[in-house]
């Protein structure tokens, strides 16, 4: 076959009550943008609220209901009456040393952004609709969603997505034998998430599943489900994770026992990775289309004449197209945007070629540390790139 290359927060926080009150509440800064949704986005919200704080803004960041929950606090569910989720209290962050704290609002109020792994109408069974006028949804980086088992040589290292059906749709939710896909062949030790988890939805359309006929032990979140994994290593564990959620963890930081398996997609001939190899970081096979089961991070928020309608949202998804936020999501297992070769407008739907305005690929691979690509040149401006076709984009030349 042809081998494809694959694959501090700083928030000031008011404390209420006496210093000494081992009971005292701690309260979100009162001029707080609150950011709800999906967990697996945590990692990129994190940097940018580091970025955002230094231009005055404070950010909070609440990952309860996962990325439906993101959705329904801008859009309202079908049969809410118009109602949106609101927001209680969030997770925020003293500095930039990942130190971690929690806070309440002092009225739950409803977000100013909600953060999904999906589209609006992906979560339809929980009364998603469509996004309506009055409603921005900005294309954020790529998420890469992953079938993973316990990193141990003798187990699998493929799965298709008929196999797939079977594991979640049938042997999990009904303990069916007769459908049994060893290794994976005991209903609890199939790990799952919930209707709500941008997670779930996408592997229910990449396995051919009805979202609410998706079996498996549900774990709550990404990292009660990395941990599950960690800790059984048994080749009958089989879960559903976002690929940046499978990072070191703890204090030293240790890299979980947990790898992705190779998919094989419906219609393909072959598994693929989502970088060229295992082991690889370039994940060139989601760049390029081979690897499928990816989606963009949506930001939703009210909009205002084509734009965010509040200033302070507007320079934060600014933020996200910055040299030190793609570095960081380069870094941290995703992709962003400008360096995807294909789009979407559907989740799990058909690929459309794609050029951005700004490529980085180049930038990419060097920050995400894997080879750069023979094409890539360094530069200091446009001067430094060959032809009227180029352009210096983060220190690299890239095709306009």
Same mark, same amino acid.
Request: hydrophobic fraction near 35%.
């Given at each position: 076959?042809?081998?494809?290359?694959?694959?501090?927060?700083?928030?000031?926080?008011? /404390?209420?009550?006496?210093?000494?009150?081992?009971s005292?509440?701690?309260?979100?800064?009162?001029?707080?943008?609150?950011?709800?949704?999906? *967990?697996?986005?945590?990692?990129i919200?994190?940097?940018?609220?580091? !970025?955002?704080?230094?231009?005055?803004?404070?950010?909070?960041?609440?990952?309860?209901?996962?990325?439906?929950?993101?959705?329904?606090? !801008?859009?309202?569910?079908?049969?809410?009456?118009?109602?949106?989720v609101?927001?209680?209290?969030g997770?925020?962050?003293?500095?930039?040393?990942? @130190?971690?704290?929690?806070c309440?609002?002092?009225?739950?109020?409803?977000?100013?952004?909600?953060?999904?792994?999906?589209?609006?109408?992906?979560?339809?069974?929980l009364?998603?609709?469509?996004?309506?006028?009055?409603?921005?949804?900005y294309?954020?980086?790529?998420?890469?969603?992953?079938?993973?088992?316990?990193?141990?040589p003798?187990?699998?290292?493929?799965?298709?997505?008929?196999a797939?059906?079977?594991? +979640?749709?049938?042997?999990a939710?009904?303990?069916?034998?007769? +459908?049994n896909?060893?290794?994976?062949?005991?209903?609890?030790?199939?790990?799952?998430?919930? $209707?709500?988890?941008?997670?779930?939805?996408?592997?229910?359309?990449?396995?051919?599943?009805? /979202?609410?006929?998706?079996? =498996?032990?549900? @774990?709550?979140?990404?990292?009660?489900?990395?941990?599950?994994?960690?800790?059984?290593?048994?080749?009958?564990?089989?879960?559903?994770?976002? !690929?940046?959620?499978?990072? %070191?963890?703890?204090?030293?930081?240790?890299?979980?026992?947990?790898?992705?398996?190779?998919?094989?997609?419906?219609? @393909?001939d +072959? =598994?693929?990775? %989502?970088?060229?190899?295992?082991?690889?970081?370039? !994940?060139?096979?989601?760049?390029?289309?081979?690897?499928?089961?990816?989606?963009?991070?949506?930001?939703?928020?009210?909009?205002q004449?084509?734009? #965010?309608?509040?200033?302070?949202?507007r320079?934060?998804?600014?933020?996200?197209?910055?040299?030190?936020?793609?570095?960081?999501?380069?870094?941290?297992?995703?992709?962003?945007?400008?360096?995807? @070769?294909?789009s979407? *407008?559907?989740?799990?739907?058909d690929?459309?070629?794609?050029?951005?305005?700004?490529?980085?690929?180049?930038?990419?691979?060097?920050?995400?540390? #894997?080879?750069?690509?023979?094409s890539?040149?360094?530069?200091?401006?446009?001067?430094?790139?060959?032809?009227?076709?180029?352009?210096?984009?983060?220190?690299y030349? $890239?095709?306009?």
């Amino acid at each position: 076959m042809k081998r494809h290359r694959a694959l501090g927060f700083a928030l000031f926080a008011a /404390v209420c009550g006496a210093a000494s009150a081992a009971s005292a509440q701690t309260a979100c800064p009162a001029d707080s943008i609150v950011i709800r949704g999906s *967990s697996a986005s945590e990692p990129i919200i994190n940097r940018v609220a580091v !970025l955002a704080k230094a231009q005055g803004i404070n950010i909070v960041y609440n990952s309860s209901g996962g990325s439906c929950a993101g959705v329904n606090s !801008l859009i309202p569910a079908t049969g809410t009456g118009g109602t949106t989720v609101k927001t209680p209290s969030g997770r925020t962050k003293y500095d930039a040393a990942n @130190q971690t704290a929690t806070c309440d609002l002092a009225t739950p109020r409803e977000a100013d952004i909600g953060v999904s792994d999906v589209y609006s109408t992906s979560c339809s069974t929980l009364g998603g609709p469509a996004t309506p006028d009055t409603v921005l949804d900005y294309l954020g980086p790529v998420q890469v969603f992953t079938l993973a088992v316990y990193n141990d040589p003798s187990f699998p290292v493929v799965i298709s997505a008929e196999a797939g059906f079977n594991i +979640f749709g049938v042997t999990a939710r009904a303990g069916n034998a007769s +459908f049994n896909v060893d290794p994976w062949s005991v209903a609890a030790d199939v790990l799952a998430r919930n $209707e709500g988890s941008g997670t779930q939805q996408i592997w229910a359309r990449a396995l051919g599943l009805p /979202v609410n006929k998706f079996g =498996g032990a549900d @774990q709550g979140g990404s990292g009660q489900l990395l941990a599950k994994i960690n800790s059984s290593p048994r080749s009958s564990v089989i879960g559903i994770i976002a !690929l940046n959620d499978i990072v %070191p963890t703890g204090t030293p930081p240790v890299q979980p026992n947990v790898r992705p398996l190779a998919f094989k997609a419906k219609g @393909q001939d +072959f =598994g693929y990775y %989502p970088s060229s190899t295992s082991t690889a970081v370039d !994940l060139i096979n989601v760049r390029d289309g081979h690897y499928a089961p990816w989606a963009n991070l949506h930001f939703f928020t009210k909009k205002q004449d084509g734009k #965010a309608a509040d200033p302070n949202v507007r320079k934060i998804l600014e933020l996200l197209e910055t040299k030190e936020t793609v570095s960081t999501i380069s870094k941290g297992r995703a992709v962003p945007a400008c360096a995807m @070769q294909v789009s979407r *407008s559907t989740d799990m739907g058909d690929y459309a070629e794609y050029k951005p305005a700004k490529a980085c690929g180049c930038f990419f691979e060097q920050e995400a540390g #894997a080879p750069a690509s023979a094409s890539c040149k360094a530069c200091s401006d446009d001067s430094g790139c060959s032809g009227s076709n180029q352009q210096c984009v983060f220190g690299y030349c $890239e095709a306009k």
